[in-house]
């Protein structure tokens, strides 16, 4: 179910930095771990990070760790993910999702639609 809204795409150059949004006007995101996805054409959608409900445990891929960081905005109900030092293969379009928790093996139970991330000389 698309419940979720990405906000914060668009083009950076190598070594740039974009900050993008997750939020929904349909239930607190503070429910919910809040994942981040990532996903080029043609290839498989790949985790990025995710963060818990309260807030104080992140969790990372490799490819990301040390460039991106995950944070919740309680008064703003917003996720966002803050991307540094963009490397050419960051491009992709971005998806947040909502789970019971980052631990969780299930699938996430909402999805939004995607933001495009673009980084090109």
């Known amino acids: 179910q698309l419940q979720l809204a990405e906000s914060g795409g668009g083009l950076a150059q190598p070594g740039g930095s974009l900050t993008l949004s997750c939020t929904t006007a349909?239930?607190?995101?503070?429910?919910?771990?809040i994942e981040w996805y990532r996903q080029e054409p043609g290839q498989e959608r790949e985790y990025v990070s995710c963060?818990?409900?309260?807030?104080?445990?992140?969790y990372y891929s490799d490819s990301v760790k040390g460039r991106f960081t995950i944070s919740r905005d309680t008064a703003k109900g917003t996720v966002a993910l803050q991307m540094d030092n963009l490397k050419l293969e960051d491009t992709g379009i971005y998806y947040c999702a909502a789970k019971p928790g980052c631990l969780y093996s299930g699938s996430p139970s909402y999805w939004g639609p995607g933001t495009q991330v673009t980084v090109s000389l």
């Open positions: 963060i818990n409900t309260d807030g104080d445990l992140t």
């Open positions: 349909i239930f607190s995101l503070e429910l919910y771990a």
